[in-house]
């Protein structure tokens, strides 16, 4: 079982019996979107689902290792005030969530899966966690992260098959979604790490524009890139958390101040059939034969339920881009760890050391050169966004490699954080071996609305909900 806060103790566990909805055998089923409907509707309580959650943790943790801390007293106590209020306090109010270790939690220890930082704890929370809040939601947790978000593995085991990676670097996010430990959770993608675990474990991932949603108090890994998103189990509880998340924050430089739109009814009523650009070219020849299939015959399925499916060539060599985004993050790392690494490279993973390390090699002229083919890329890629209402394409060159020591191929998920631009993953199906394959849309700046229109759609048309086999 996972640490639980000084204040907090796993013997706060309830009896699962104990956990019944009116309306299902067990709340821990719902999605978030389900959850925060029954209990404004006072069909379920808050500590009904907290219970149900709670006692699912208990029973599949040991076997999954998704939490780096616990707060099941805390997270009962807010449960019950959501239950005593008149009128529910925001459109989450109730349901619980998990947070990435990377996210600032006051008093409670946020170590981001690092040595260095084992025993940190923060005095105030990061803005998203703010929000979250306010809008009502219960923090039931923190998730385990990679060492500082970057390559070293967490803990965490893939709930389809515990000798394949979950991914990474919101691993635990990823691992609790999918196994119903949580309905939500909040994640952090600087080059993959949003969509990638969500593809590999059967959930939706989500990275809005970049400044969308406020980070500060989110641990940085490359200022540039650092976007913070979400893990659920459909694409409306993102338009649901994304009503809530989407604000202007002053207090932070990357911010964007741009009014969001009504994305909850974005994804309602009779969704119009969208036009979508199959990238094929690099995805194709980089991808497995499998997942170049499956993906094939998705468009072929999509086209059938009514979509307007044409290839897109966007002109962008995607694996200069890749290369530039590293050379672009490694940089940044470097700047940002210098004061923690420098005196302390033992207590530093092996993967983590080797960015860092590459980021004091690159020179002003790499930066330089990286920055100018970003802008060109970005150009590029908003030039074809006009023709489609998204870009579709796999999420993940593969199916999670079975190979715990590492969190998989990030080159697929890298052009939309490279970028900036938005980007959701929503699960196709299984592969032969069982485990999941995702289907990565992105769209234009700012275009959140229209892009989870479309992937609503493909949501719908597909028909594709995954349940690990836990």
Known sequence: MASASASDSPSAFADPSAAQSPLMAEPFELSLTEAAAEIAARRLSSVELTESLLARIEALEPRLQAWATLLPERALAEARAADAAEAPRGSLAGVPYGAKDIFDTANIRTAAGSKIWAERVPDTDAASIVLARNAGSVLLG???TTEFADGDPAPCFNPWNAEHTPGGSSTGSGVAVAARMVPWAFGSQTVGSVLRPASYNGVVGFKPTFGRIPRLGVIPMATSFDHVGVLVRRVEDVALLLSVLAVHDRDDPFSADVPPDDYVAAVQGDLPAPRLGLVRGWFVNEADAETRLVMEETAQELANAGAVIEEVDPGIDFGRAYAAHRVMQ??????????????????YGPKITVYVENGFSHTARDYVAASDYRREVQRLAAGAMEQVDALIMPTASAPAPRDRTQTGDTRFQSPWSFTGFPSISVPIGLAS?????????????????QLLRAAAWVEQALGVELTPPL
Request: hydrophobic fraction near 40%.
């Open 142 to 144: 923190k998730l385990h």
């Open 433 to 449: 071996d069982g485990l999941p394959l995702g289907a990565q849309l992105a769209g234009g700046p700012f275009q959140e609305a």
């Open 330 to 347: 490694e940089s940044e790392m470097a700047v940002w760890h210098t004061p923690l690494y420098v005196g302390n490279e033992s207590l």
